[in-house]
C-alpha cells in the first residue's frame, strides 16, 4: 500500500468544482488519505499555487499538528486557528486564517495538496507567525513521506 491522498470533490487533475472557489462559497473541500506510513505521529498539509507570479508559490491552505489517527477533513473547515482535536490552521496568502480558494487572476492555474506525514506528535509553531514557508521549514527533517493532489482552475 502506498500513502493517498484523495478528495470527494474532484479527481486528481480535474479542475474544482465552483463551489470551492472565489466564484463560489469559497469553503473548503472534504480530504481523505490512507495507509501513512509506520511511525506517522501527525499530518501538515500544505495548499498552494505553483502557478502564481510571485517569488513563491501562493499558499491557499495551511493546516498542521493533525493527529496522527486522523485520516480526513470535513469539508468547510472553519476558519478557526485551534480545531477541537488539536489541529491548527495558519495564515494563509490571503492574510487569513483557514481556507483561501483559487481565484486567479487570468489563465489556468493548477492547485496543490501536499499532505505530510511526520515523525513527530506536533510542530511548536505559534499560528499567527504560521506560513507555509515557515511550516515548510519547520516540517524539513521530520517527514516520513508526503501525499499529493492537484486540481485546476475550472
Given at each position: 500500500?502506498?500513502?493517498t491522498?484523495?478528495?470527494?470533490a ?13 466564484q463560489g ?17 501527525s ?5 498552494d ?7 513563491q ?5 495551511l493546516?498542521?499538528?493533525?493527529p ?10 472553519p ?7 488539536g489541529t ?10 483557514g481556507y483561501?480558494?483559487?481565484c ?5 492555474h493548477?492547485?496543490?495538496f501536499?499532505?505530510?506525514?511526520l ?6 509553531i ?6 507555509g ?11 516520513l513521506?508526503?501525499a ?7
Amino acid at each position: 500500500m502506498s500513502f493517498t491522498l484523495t478528495s470527494p470533490a474532484f479527481k486528481n487533475n480535474d479542475p474544482i468544482p465552483v463551489k470551492y472557489t472565489c466564484q463560489g462559497a469559497n469553503i473548503s473541500h472534504a480530504l481523505e488519505w490512507s495507509d501513512p506510513p509506520p511511525g506517522t505521529k501527525s499530518f501538515v498539509l500544505i495548499n498552494d499555487d505553483p502557478d502564481d507570479d510571485g517569488p513563491q508559490p501562493w499558499v491557499h491552505w495551511l493546516v498542521y499538528n493533525i493527529p496522527g489517527a486522523c485520516r480526513g477533513l470535513p469539508e468547510g473547515m472553519p476558519a478557526k486557528e485551534v480545531l477541537e482535536d488539536g489541529t491548527l490552521q495558519g495564515t494563509n496568502s490571503f492574510r487569513k486564517l483557514g481556507y483561501g480558494g483559487p481565484c486567479p487572476p487570468t489563465g489556468v492555474h493548477h492547485y496543490t495538496f501536499t499532505l505530510y506525514a511526520l515523525k513527530v506528535d506536533k510542530l511548536e509553531i505559534d499560528p499567527n507567525a504560521a506560513s507555509g514557508a515557515f511550516v515548510g521549514y519547520n516540517l524539513n527533517g521530520n517527514a516520513l513521506a508526503k501525499a499529493t493532489v492537484v486540481y485546476s482552475t475550472p
